[in-house]
């Protein structure tokens, strides 16, 4: 568990021996979703607005982003825009871009009133930097504008998908 709380500080400093070991690490994966699944129970905790009735929806939705995100991640940087080191599985994102939660966990901040919306944005760019630096050395990437194009695609794709769900769900309510 220390080993745990020590990759998590790594992470969150953006340490690239950090990211090296827990992609290296099979042992981590279960670490990282759990840091994942914090993180998403801290995300909604500091998203909490009066009224908001399903918690649990917005933890899961949380967790299922992450994952798309993840799968986008993958397609876009190994199979369409790999560089020639690229060698890399489902396993190592998963563990790299877990620990890369970690900054989401300061976004239960976003519940400090008049300045949380703060905290909040600046735990979401800190965890989009920190799964830059993840990708990029689960990617074997040398160009980190790479990473970041793959980690910008991800997103994207994953927002697109949230937002038909969206739409669906309100199709099906009306």
């Known amino acids: 568990m220390a080993s745990m709380f020590r990759r998590m500080a790594g992470a969150a400093r953006l340490e690239v021996a950090t990211y090296e070991e827990v992609e290296a690490d099979r042992g981590a994966t279960w670490q990282a979703i759990l840091i994942s699944i914090v993180s998403s129970l801290a995300i909604t905790i500091g998203d909490f607005h009066a009224g908001d009735v399903d918690a649990i929806a917005k933890i899961v939705a949380g967790l299922v982003g992450w994952i798309t995100w993840v799968f986008f991640i993958w397609l876009v940087g190994v ?3 790999p560089e020639p080191e690229t060698r890399s599985d489902l396993g190592e994102l998963i563990r790299t ?4 939660t970690t900054p989401g966990l300061f976004r239960i901040l976003g519940l400090v009133p008049v300045v949380g919306w703060l905290f909040v944005v ?5 965890t989009l930097a920190a799964m830059v630096v993840g990708v ?3 990617l074997d990437y ?3 504008p790479r990473a970041v194009f793959v980690c910008v695609l ?4 994953q927002l697109l998908i ?6 669906l769900q309100r199709e099906a309510t009306t």
């Open 122 to 126: 600046a735990a979401w760019i800190w």
């Open 162 to 167: 949230f937002f038909f769900l969206l739409q």
């Open 97 to 100: 871009t877990g620990f890369a």
């Open 136 to 138: 990029r050395q689960a």
């Open 142 to 144: 040398k160009s980190t």
């Open 79 to 81: 199979k369409m825009v």
């Open 154 to 157: 991800g997103f994207a794709a």
